[in-house]
């Protein structure tokens, strides 16, 4: 069985929302990255909400973008030293180099998220490109001249991902960036003040890199806005199982088949499969 949905949400994202609301408020995933020299690698994260969409959270007090867009793009945050930064960068169409990885925006590369649901035996699985975003890089909203050709690419794709409301506001990438570091408790913060993750202890740590530390708001932390990073994921084919009931599992796979062009990704085809 095949079917096509043509506009607003992706016809998989109100059930897979919903899904990931049974995982609590850190729902956990795994992400694979294709390293440069070709290697599949895999690690847990937390997915933090849909790009433009982000959750509510009582400990943060900065102030909010209005709900001017929303998304079909799970997020999750990361340090521009980890080795899926630059995973992402190397495997992306641009190639890009370990130095650009740890600089600022851009990426692009092939990945694979996919997330246990166990309460209800539900599997689902997001193939897509992720891309990365650093909160200096996207400061100047809107003016082309002002951007790094990584930012300028990364803007121009995600904005094709997200629909616009039909509510009005002055919606930053700046503000944007700053509340998923403001979504974060003050111990989390701090991890982007550690030394350099994956290298080795004997070469010790950097001027004001230590373990343990605490942070507080984006735009008052040198250290922890140099490391901090925002990773979107672009879904190109999402694949839901159902194994809640043995002789009856179920999957579906849905592909998106328009690339949107200036009217926003919205075509979905849905194939039902034999599990
Ligand atoms: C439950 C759990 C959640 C995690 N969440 C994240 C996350 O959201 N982002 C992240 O970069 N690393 C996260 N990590 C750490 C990664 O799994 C990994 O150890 C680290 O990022 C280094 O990975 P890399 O060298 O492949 O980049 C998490 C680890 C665990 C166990």
Same mark, same amino acid.
């Given at each position: 069985?095949?079917?096509?949905?043509?506009?607003g949400?992706?016809?998989?994202k109100?059930?897979f929302?919903?899904?990931?609301k049974?995982?609590?408020s850190?729902?956990?995933?795994?992400?694979?990255?294709?390293s440069?020299?070709?290697?599949?690698?895999?690690?847990?994260?937390i997915?933090?909400?849909?790009?433009?969409?982000?959750?509510?959270?009582?400990?943060?007090k900065l102030?909010?973008?209005p709900?001017?867009?929303?998304?079909d793009?799970?997020?999750?945050?990361?340090?521009?030293?980890?080795?899926?930064?630059?995973?992402?960068f190397?495997s992306g169409?641009?190639?890009?180099?370990?130095e650009q990885?740890?600089?600022?925006?851009g990426?692009?590369?092939?990945?694979?998220?996919v997330?246990?649901?166990?309460?209800?035996? %539900?599997?689902?699985?997001?193939?897509g490109?992720c891309?990365?975003?650093?909160a200096?890089?996207?400061?100047h909203?809107?003016?082309?001249? %002002?951007?790094?050709?990584?930012?300028?690419?990364v803007?121009?794709?995600l904005?094709?991902?997200?629909r616009?409301?039909?509510?009005?506001?002055?919606?930053?990438w700046?503000?944007?960036?700053?509340?998923?570091?403001?979504?974060?408790s003050?111990?989390?913060?701090?991890?982007?003040?550690?030394?350099p993750?994956?290298?080795?202890?004997?070469?010790?740590a950097?001027?004001?890199e230590?373990?343990?530390q605490?942070?507080?708001?984006?735009q008052?932390?040198?250290?922890?806005?140099?490391?901090f990073?925002?990773?979107?994921?672009?879904?190109q084919?999402?694949?839901?199982v159902d194994l809640?009931?043995?002789?009856?599992?179920?999957?579906?796979?849905?592909?998106?088949?328009?690339?949107?062009?200036?009217?926003?990704?919205?075509e979905?085809? %849905?194939?039902e499969?034999?599990?």
């Open positions: 069985m095949a079917s096509s949905s043509s506009s949400a992706a016809p998989w109100s059930t929302d919903s899904h990931l049974k995982l609590g850190s729902p956990e995933f795994y992400l694979a990255t294709v440069h020299e070709g290697s599949p690698r895999v690690r847990a994260c997915h933090r909400g849909f790009w433009t969409a982000l959750p509510e959270n009582s400990h943060n102030p909010k973008n709900p001017v867009f929303d998304s793009c799970p997020t999750f945050t990361t340090d521009a030293r980890m080795s899926k930064v630059y995973d992402i190397a169409k641009g190639k890009g180099t370990l990885s740890r600089a600022g925006t990426g692009g590369g092939p990945v694979e998220a997330y246990w649901v166990k309460d209800i035996s %539900m599997q689902w699985r997001i193939k490109q891309w990365i975003i650093a200096d890089d996207v400061e909203e809107g003016d082309g001249d %002002m951007q790094n050709s990584g930012t300028v690419t803007k121009a794709v904005q094709r991902y997200m616009k409301t039909g509510e009005d506001g002055d919606w930053s700046k503000r944007e960036v700053e509340n998923h570091f403001g979504n974060l003050p111990m989390m913060k701090g991890t982007f003040k550690n030394p993750p994956g290298q080795p202890l004997k070469d010790g950097g001027p004001g230590a373990l343990g605490k942070a507080g708001e984006l008052e932390e040198d250290l922890a806005r140099k490391n990073r925002v990773a979107v994921l672009t879904p084919e999402v694949e839901q809640s009931d043995p002789a009856h599992n179920q999957r579906w796979r849905w592909t998106l088949t328009g690339d949107g062009k200036d009217e926003g990704i919205a979905w085809e %849905m194939v499969t034999w599990p």
